[in-house]
């Protein structure tokens, strides 16, 4: 008889979370998952950056490899999160109106295939003409996408893999060749720890919003000229709305800056739709700082072969859009597996 396999999943994101889900509908009969990671869902470390997350689907035009492999994850992963809202109220995933303002529309909003390349699929989506869009805005588009609250989706994500038959261990690893001594018969590694094992390529992005009570029915997202955005996002399930927000590389500050707030709410005043039932003031939750973990030329997914015949599977590396891609990013790490002989194709169950 074969002898029972674990496979060992490295990090609780939305990522690892993902892509574990997906592992379970492929795995044999002696093979099971443990989720090995330092913070889990319900942890709020300000080196765990999925429950800081807003989170909502705004597709990035372009044309360079890396946004064009993110634009078709991104394309999976909205006609994955239509299922989930459809069938799982509790997975806190909603679909509104999103609404796109720039201010000054960078050279790939007015090239055709690179809009394309991102907005392709999208439901109801539709150019504002001038007279629709506020002064100061140069170029806007509407379309139906997804929001999500980020930490009831990552919950969710969690009790789902329990309920499958995954394991879990909270635990720190020192090194990515650790995974495989948590078990004795562990040979793959799938490695979704956001910055991943001092890879030269990784850096983080910083990230401050205002988590305010107020609520607001659509996800606006308004590009300004000077660099800077703004946006909201409100949180499926009663969780608020998110009021964003920057983007700093290399920044490591966990703490929020109060002038960055003010900023960011007095821009959501002038420019979003909020109702006034609080007088016309925001009723702040909480601030919130993340640190996105991006990598130069994006993700790395890729199998890597060790001496011993075990093989690490990387997926790190999401940056700003780790919850856009998570689907596209799970069924592509599963299919590296399955042409590697990692798992079985699926069993007709
Ligand atoms: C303010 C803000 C707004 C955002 N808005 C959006 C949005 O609207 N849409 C969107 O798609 N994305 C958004 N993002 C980005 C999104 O949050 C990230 O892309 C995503 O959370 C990355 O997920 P991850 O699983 O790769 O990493 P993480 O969530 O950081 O998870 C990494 C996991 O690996 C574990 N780990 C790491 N090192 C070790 C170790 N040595 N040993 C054991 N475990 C380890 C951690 O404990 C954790 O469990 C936003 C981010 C921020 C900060
Ligand atoms: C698990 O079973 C499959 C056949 O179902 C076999 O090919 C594989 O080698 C087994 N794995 C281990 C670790 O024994
Ligand atoms: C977050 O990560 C950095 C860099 O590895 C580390 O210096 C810091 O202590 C960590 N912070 C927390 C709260 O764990």
């Not at 300004?224 to 949180?235: A, L, M, V």
């Not at 920044?251 to 821009?267: C, I, K, V």
Request: aromatic fraction near 8%.
């Amino acid at each position: 008889m074969s002898e029972p396999e674990t496979i060992v999943i490295i990090g609780a994101g939305v990522i690892g979370l993902s892509t574990a889900l997906h592992i379970q509908q492929y795995l044999s009969p002696n093979q099971s998952v443990l989720l090995v990671a330092r913070d889990f869902p319900s942890d709020t470390s300000v080196n765990y950056t999925s429950p800081w997350a807003g989170a909502h689907y705004r597709p990035v035009p372009g044309s360079s490899p890396q946004v064009i492999r993110e634009a078709n994850q991104a394309q999976r992963t909205y006609e994955f999160m239509k299922r989930v809202a459809a069938h799982e109220p509790a997975a806190g995933v909603k679909f509104v109106q999103g609404i796109e303002h720039l201010e000054a529309p960078p050279r790939e909003y007015e090239d055709a295939e690179s809009l394309r390349n991102a907005h392709a699929g999208l439901d109801e989506y539709r150019r504002l003409s001038s007279s629709e869009v506020p002064s100061g805005v140069k170029w806007g588009i509407q379309y139906k996408t997804w929001v999500l609250n980020s930490p009831v989706y990552i919950a969710y994500m969690l009790r789902k893999f329990i309920l499958k038959g995954g394991r879990t261990r909270q635990y720190v690893l020192g090194n990515l060749k650790e995974g495989f001594f948590l078990e004795r018969n562990v040979r793959t590694v799938v490695h979704c720890s956001g910055l991943g094992f001092e890879d030269p390529k990784s850096f983080i992005i910083r990230g401050q919003t205002c988590l305010v009570r107020n609520p607001v029915s659509a996800t606006i997202t308004r590009q300004n000229k000077d660099g800077t955005w703004s946006f909201c996002i409100p949180r499926p399930l009663d969780g608020g709305t998110v009021i964003g927000g920057t983007k700093e590389p290399g920044n490591w500050d966990p703490n929020p800056s109060m002038e960055t707030r003010a900023t960011l709410l007095a821009n959501a005043k002038k420019w979003f739709p909020f109702t006034l039932e609080s007088g016309g003031e925001f009723d702040v939750i909480r601030d919130i700082v993340g640190r996105r973990p991006a990598r130069e030329g994006g993700m790395r997914i890729e199998v890597e072969k060790m001496n011993d015949g075990r093989q690490v599977v990387h997926a790190y590396g999401a940056g700003g859009r780790g919850y856009e891609i998570s689907r596209g990013v799970a069924e592509d790490t599963v299919a590296l597996m399955l042409e590697n002989g990692l798992l079985r194709e699926k069993a007709a169950l």
